[in-house]
Structures are given as C-alpha cells and as structure tokens.
C-alpha cells in the first residue's frame, strides 16, 4: 500500500491542491524546497485526513532540516 499525499500550493490566484503524489515525490518536493514548513499538506493515513502545516509532522522536519540547514 503506497501514501499519497497533498499540499497546497499558493499562487497569484490563490491556493491550489495538488496531489495525490507518492511519499518519493513528497520527499522530493521537500528537498527542493516547493513543500516548506508553512505548507499546508494532508494524507488519508498519517494525517488522518486533516490538513496540517507540514511543519507539525515530525519525520517531514527532520528531511527538511537535514536538506536545509539554518546558518
């Protein structure tokens, strides 16, 4: 069983969600910085279907800090 995962993407327009995109690509877009702490994101099983700011899920900050250290 695979998670897939969506966030909300801001624009000129307003947000936009964008999904579903499997956890490898979820990680991915973190280290590119597209999904950031401040992003809105939500997942049937680790968020029970809510949205939440990435920033309160434990491992997703731990990816973000490892690829974008604080100077």
Same mark, same amino acid.
């Given at each position: 069983?695979?998670?897939?995962?969506?966030?909300?993407?801001? @624009?000129?327009? @307003?947000?936009?969600?964008?999904? &579903?995109?499997? #956890? /490898?690509?979820?990680? !991915?877009?973190?280290?590119? @910085?597209?999904?950031? &702490? #401040?992003?809105?994101?939500?997942?049937?099983?680790? $968020?029970? @279907?809510?949205?939440?700011?990435?920033?309160?899920?434990? &491992?997703?900050?731990?990816?973000?800090?490892?690829? !974008? /250290? $604080?100077?």
């Amino acid at each position: 069983m695979s998670v897939n995962w969506y966030y909300m993407k801001r @624009g000129w327009l @307003g947000s936009k969600r964008i999904g &579903p995109i499997r #956890e /490898p690509e979820f990680l !991915h877009r973190i280290d590119s @910085g597209e999904i950031r &702490p #401040e992003t809105l994101i939500r997942c049937l099983s680790k $968020t029970r @279907g809510a949205w939440v700011f990435m920033r309160t899920i434990t &491992p997703a900050m731990k990816r973000w800090n490892e690829k !974008h /250290p $604080t100077v």
